[in-house]
């Protein structure tokens, strides 16, 4: 969630588009929403009462926002406990979900599938279903990150991985779901994967993953 201020007497504006909001301002304050109460308006453009210092994430110092676009997949299969079980990567000391950049006009779909396909060192990749998405930040060169991220469940009959040295990713793992929603290390991700839950039982029993 995106913050502009129209003037100092008018209620703050938050924008769920960097674009909209930057078209309006120079400055552009990118705002935790699970701070924010008391939301009113259209899903593009809000208006709420107060916006708490502590909900800025690129206020002190000023960070300009920039929007970065991911792509990635929840690589699921039937476990053997007969629930579905989804690879996590190791990297850079935390559990998470293969994931990376899309390049210039690239599609999201084509995206997620060359990153997860480079990130795990493989080449048969099916995507089976699209799950949403995400938005996170971080701070990067003096820039806020504003990063949205298209998540597709995925399959493969690969039981061996080569973790993507050059991207930082120490292990490749299978994990029963329940166990990855405890070890995923972003609480971004830990929500997703809970709500994709039911999508995912679906999917692997159907496909018989």
Known sequence: MLLFMPDRDGPPVLFTSLADAQALADRVFVVDGAQITGLRGAVVALTCDEVPRTALLNARPYMPPRKVSAGGGYVVRQGGAGGP???????????????????????????????????????????????????????????????????????????????????????????????????????????????VRPVIETLVAEEGA
């Open 85 to 195: 079980e989804v690879l996590l990567i190791y990297r850079r000391g935390a559990w998470d979900l293969p994931k990376g950049k899309r390049d210039g006009g690239e599609g999201w779909a084509d995206c997620a599938r060359r990153e997860v396909r480079e990130e795990l060192g493989i080449r048969d990749l099916r995507i089976v279903a699209p799950l949403g998405a995400t938005v996170h930040g971080y701070e990067e060169r003096g820039r806020y990150c504003v990063k949205p991220t298209r998540w597709y469940a995925m399959t493969t009959p690969h039981t061996a991985f080569t973790p993507q040295a050059e991207e930082g990713i120490e292990a490749v793992e299978w994990v029963a779901y329940d166990d990855a929603l405890d070890r995923l290390s972003f609480e971004t991700l830990r929500t997703h994967a809970r709500l």
